[in-house]
Nanobody, 115 residues
């Protein structure tokens, strides 16, 4: 079955960086668009970034453009999110996502930006 496992979250000071990873299994990773979402306490889950199958097309939420970079390694079935210049408002649980008939989600990884 489809499985998505995120890692790489943690506590970081404002201006710091983190790199999230999502290891996928149970489906042919290379032929699906992949996405990162996040959900802050009391807020709806929001799309952060997506990447096309080969990685040639990416797009970002306005709030993270220029600071976050989504990438993928199809040989390793792994999705990444490089987050730089982190702000307190980036604090959230981050989820990777694939739409394969239905939406599949990982368990999420907590990112906390605080001094």
């Amino acid at each position: 079955q489809v499985r998505l496992v995120e890692s790489g979250g943690g506590l970081v000071q404002p201006g710091g960086s983190l790199r999230l990873s999502c290891v996928a299994s149970g489906f042919t990773f290379s032929i699906f668009t992949m996405r990162w979402f996040r959900q802050a306490p009391g807020q709806e889950r929001e799309l952060v970034a997506y990447i096309s199958t080969g990685g040639g097309t990416t797009d970002y939420a306005d709030s993270v453009k220029g600071r976050f970079t989504i990438s993928r390694d199809n040989a390793k079935n792994t999705l990444y999110l490089q987050m730089n210049s982190l702000k307190p408002e980036d604090t959230a649980v981050y989820y990777c996502n694939v739409l394969r008939g239905t939406n599949y989600w990982g368990q999420g990884t907590q990112v906390t930006v605080s001094s």
